[in-house]
């Protein structure tokens, strides 16, 4: 074993925690987090970054990250945008804009185009398609469990048009997936919704992220959390990728990431113990 092998064993790690919201770290049906409070609590005293990756909107996570007094960067709608609090950095982001109060990296592509591709896909499948655009506030309230303020806030989208199919049979999400390709755009399947969005997922958004910190921090330790096929881009390449556990079983991840872990509870229990232990 060389001098410089000891040496980099012995430098403490920087962990950067990246995490989906629903299902992960909130509860999948009531949105709370009380369980998850003792790790929070953790990397708030040990400075762990916590960076909230989610299919959620600009406007939600804000306001979830301020009552989880989490002042870090965002990633929303399965990294479509990346959102830098003002002053939380040194430097700008290199190529962030401006908005509204916040640093921007625009990854995906814009909400105008995205509703266009969907009403063209819905016309050439036939299928009944209802995306949140097609939607009242009162409608995606019934759908999410959220109240109406929280829908107004999630359907404020800028990268992301989640949609459902009501007679959706075991064919559609192959006709799916072949239409979107087809038309440059992607289409995945989040907990509640499929999701029709650019080239854009949260694992280059996750990326980004960690390249950004890697210019001010050594010895970066990526921990990535998350319960659906839209957060497997990120746990494919965390250091700890966490799965949070379902009724679904993804036994195929499982053989793609031997090191997985899959915790006992679901959320927000499990995603408590996952970091307890390994930030505890
Ligand atoms: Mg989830």
Redesign the pocket.
Known sequence: MSDGFVARESEKPFFIIFT?????LLDRNTYGWEEAEPALTLCKKLNVPIILASSKTRAEIEILSRKLSIPAPFISENGGGIFFPVNFFKETPPGASFDNGMWKWSLGMPYSHLIEVLREIKNELGLQIRGFSEMSTYEISRLTGLDLESSRLASMREFDEPFIIPDENPTVPQLLISAAVKKGVTVIA??RFYHLQGKNNKGIAMAKVISWYRETHENVRSIAL???PN?FYMLEQADLPVLVRSSQKFSELKKKIPDLRVTAQESPGGWNSAIMDILG
């Open positions: 989906d919201l629903d299902g992960t989040g907990g998350g319960d659906s957060d």
